[in-house]
Every structure is written in structure tokens, then in C-alpha cells.
């Protein structure tokens, strides 16, 4: 996933690029790199620097860009390693074409080798450096650049994203859709191509998603956009407000830090916006009443913090719902043959909306005939345009690289549609229900409480947390998948080994791992019965000289005692164990990786949005 910024104006556009490339350096920070026409010579002039945008823009001190057309990028880089030869933009033979690119050019070794072999020569080790090549050959063989684009997506395979700058025509950008994301903005005396449309800049005022498998060309408050057959396409434009102002720490040291307090503000929002759907709450999501009252099993599909969210819904979905529920990674179940299950609800659940395998999910389910709830966060995104149904995370803008408030979003939503599907089914009333929003709302009013409570003791100690290389995080239920997520966060931000297991499999074979250089962090049940089996799996280890960190609930007087140290949380609903430790836990997390001085809100090798598969 990499971030494409192209601006168009009547002056020099090179700072809004800059801007632009600002707000979705989280698609990718391992290197960067900007193109225009120089003022003088027209011959394209660019800069490129390896590293996050800061490079980029000392590189530009030492040599400045100013022109009204620029095309800019930022990678995370899929084929070739992080050299400045593989920063884009990209390059023709004779450097009359530049091209960015987010996506992969799935065929490109066959096309490089058909290139090389008519004489080409490459620059770089990427995949898009070829698209540049082959558009090289279609511009000499076809009557417009129109022409040329369509013949050269007609060579291509994979997702393609591009923005194209000819050295030969003026105040124009070209661009390519082909399922990676694209947006074209359109102001009075300016035009912009983006990844996401939160890089547009002030001057827009009106903006729209290009559908997939375009290709187009844009010019100051002027767009023309082609099917790949080259049929006239028509955009749906929204008017656009710019949404800079989202985008700031306030008087945060990261984002990561605003996103965990905003979590509480997030779920009093959430539990808001759900009671406004009322009675007809299927309808807005998609479905009919008769088929949620047929509901025999959900399944949801996603990757990483959001997969983590959908495995949480298990007890829920089995426990208030009575069905089944099943969760797969998104990039497993890409690739095995489903039996489609039926009287099932399947959803994908995506902050981004934008992740490659789950949006393929959502598209292969859709191809064989299943409607698809898509619970997102970004009402932009291509998931939310081409789910059957859509629930609204309304988390706002979570731009940290490590999920915080859109995982509590996605678990708040799945209890409380557990017990909306229960309702139908008439298992609950809407008393029932009523206590299940009020018990989320309790959790949100808990939540910065407990930072205050164990802040400065976690201050105190991060550096001892941080000072092993591995631990062991135990769960039992719905406190597994919380504890695979707090394993996900430690991994992601602290770079920190972890393993995550279901505490009764520790004897089975793990327990072997256990001495003092490895702590265990148990993640605690409110079942009682949970609670006591959690307890002995902790003596367990207790019995052979390990750690233990105690996730606990008050009362669980015997886990404190058998602990090493313990963070103690109020009792809640049985099932909102992990919803009321989910802070505290995002903010050991987040003071360990601070106290290795780890970057926090861009992790090295990662990026927000992984938009290839
Ligand atoms: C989690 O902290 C990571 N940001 C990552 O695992 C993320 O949850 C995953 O890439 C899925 O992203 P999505 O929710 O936008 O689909």
C-alpha cells in the first residue's frame, strides 16, 4: 500500500503535494519521491529520498521543486528493497514519462523481459517501472494518450493504481484504476489524484471515486474518464469539504495516544448511533427481518486487529444469538474452497475499507451470491461501496498504523449485534437490549479511569516490561482473541516477541518456554467458572518460577495473590471482560514501545492501509 498525490494549479503546486503526502504517509513511510517539469528546460526534474517524508523534504532543500503540476508518492515497498532507485516515480526510457504506482504489477517479470529484449532499459527492481515501459511502446504505436493507456492496462495484471505525468502535455495528469483506490478532486483553477481523498487540499470543492478498471485525464476543474473498453464513464461527484483539520495531534506526544482517549467519546458515539437505527435496524444494514430471524451462523472475515474483533464476537454471537459464528483471516479464506453455509451472515470488517484480502473476500462472497455486511470505518472506502449492507464504525479518524479505537468499535458493534439478532429471535427483549448499551456504556466510562489509576505505575516500570525480548500472553474464551490482539499491539509497536495462546494449551506443550526471562501476562474472565480454570493454568506457571503480569478482575483475590503484579479492573458484563481492560492495555503496550523509543504512530516495516494482497 503506497500513497499517490497529484496536483494540478495556477501556481506552485510541489508544497501541496507535500501536504498531501503528509496525511496518508500512513499507506507507507519507507521511502518517498516527487516529480514536476522544470520551469525552464519543460524536461521532468524530481527528488526522491529513502526514509519518511522528513528525507524527502531535506532532499528538496538541497534541491527545491516549484511548478504547477507535480506528482508525488510515498512506498511501502513490495518488490525491490528501500534504495532510492525503487522510490517512485518511475521512468521511460528517455524520462518523457513519469508514473506512480500503488499496487502490484503481477506479470511485470514477463513484461520486463519482453522489454529488456526490445531494448529497454530499467532502473530500478520494482514492478512498476514496467508500466512506464510498456506505456513507453503505446504512445508510439497509438494516435492519443487516451489510446495508450487503454492498451497498456491491456497488458497488465494485478491492482493498479497510477498517476502519470508526459513531459510532452501540459497541465494534465493521467491516471489508472484498476482495483487499488483512486480519487479525483476538481477545484475552480486546480485538479488533484489521490489514494484517499483525506490528501486533497483546500482548493478542491468537489471530488469523486473513481470505479474501477478507469482510465482518465485531468486538468484544472476538468476530468474525462473511460471504461477499460474505452466507453465514456461518468463520475459521481460529492462536493468536498477539506478534512486537514482532522488530522492533528492536539496535545498529544502520538496519535496512538489521542486514539486510545478517544475511545470512550467513541463508544458513547457508536451506542448512539445504533439506537437511532431503531426497529428497522436491518434494513439500514442491508438485510431483511425474515432473514435474521432464519439465522443460523455469521461469519466474518478480516485481517489482523479487525480478524481479532470478529473472534471476540464468538461468545457473543454463540452465547447471546444461540448460532454459530466463525471468523477466518481474510488471506486464508481468499484461497479455500468454502462450502457456502446457508442462512449465514457473512461481513467483513475493516477500519480502512481498503484492505486488499478482505476486499477481494468481499467481492469473491458477492460473486457467489452472498449479500455482505460490511461493518468499516471509512464510509469512503471501496468496501463500504461494495458491501450489500453497511454498519457504520463512526470511530473517526484513526490514524495511528496500530488499530486502537476502530477494535473497540468493531467489538462494541458485534455485542451489540449479537443481541439485536437475539431480539429478532425473539431470545431477549428490548429491555434486554437496552442493558446491553447501557453495560458498553458503563465500559466507556471506565476506561480512562483505569489509565489514571496504573499510569504512573506503568510509567514507573516500562523500562523492566521492556527489558524482555518475549513473552506469553494467556486467554481463555473471549480473552484469547484479546489476548492475540495485545500480543498484535506489543509485536507492531515494540517490535517485542510475543505469543499468544489459549491458557489451557500452555501445559500442552508451551509451558516448556516458561522461565524468568519470559513473562506470562494473563488476560482474565468474569466467568467463574473460566475465571478458576484461568487460575490454575496461572499456578502452572507460577509453579515453575515465571512471571506473571495478572490482567485481574476485583475479587479474583487468588490471581492477585498468585501474580506477580496485577492491574485490577471493575466488574462489568460477563462478556465485556476485555472492553473495560482494552485501554489499560493499548497503554502498556503503547509506554513499552515509547520507552524503547520506538516510532509509535509509523512502525518500521508496516503501513495503515495494506492495500496488495
Ligand atoms: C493492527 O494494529 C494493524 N493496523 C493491522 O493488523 C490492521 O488491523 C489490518 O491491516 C487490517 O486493517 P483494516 O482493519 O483496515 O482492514
Known sequence: MCGIVGCIGKKDVVCNVLSGLETIEYRGYDSAGIVCRDENTQALVWVKACGDLVALKEALVEKPLHAPIALGHTRWATHGGVTVENTHPHFDCHHTIALVHN????NYRALRADLESRGHVFRSQTDTEAVAHVL???LKTTASPKEALLATVKELEGSFALAILLRDLD??????????PLCVGLGED???????????????QQYAILPDQTIGIVRANFCEVYN??????ELVYQPFT?????????????YMLKEIHEQKQVIIDVVKYVRTLGNNWYSAIGLQKEEIQKLESIFGVACGTSYHAACMAHQYMRSIAHIHSYAERASEFLYQPEMPLKNCLYYVLSQSGETADTLETLRMLKKSGQKVLGIINVPTSSMARESTGILHMNAGLEVAVASTKSFTVQVVLLYWL?????QEKGLVDSFAVEQAENDLLVCAQLLDGMIDKYQATIDERATYYASFSKYIFLGRQESFPFAQEAALKLKEIAYIFVEAYQAGELKHGPLALVDKNMPVVVFSSLDPIIYRKLLSNVQ??????GIVIAFAFEGQNELIAVASESFVFPVVAVHLGPLVMVSLMQYWVYRIALSLGRSIDKPRNLAKSVTVE
Open 171 to 180: 497541465d494534465t495528469l493521467l491516471f489508472v484504476r484498476n482495483r487499488s
Open 190 to 204: 486546480s485538479a488533484s489524484v489521490v489514494s484517499d481523498m483525506l490528501s486533497l487540499d483546500q482548493s478542491i
Open 228 to 233: 477499460f473498453d474505452g466507453s465514456p464513464c
Open 418 to 422: 449479537a443481541y439485536k439478532i437475539a
Open 540 to 545: 502452572e506457571v507460577k509453579a515453575r518460577g
Open 242 to 254: 477539506w478534512l486537514g483539520q482532522l488530522k492533528n495531534k492536539k496535545n498529544y506526544e502520538h
Open 136 to 138: 513507453e511502446e503505446k
Open 103 to 106: 499496487g502490484i504489477i503481477e
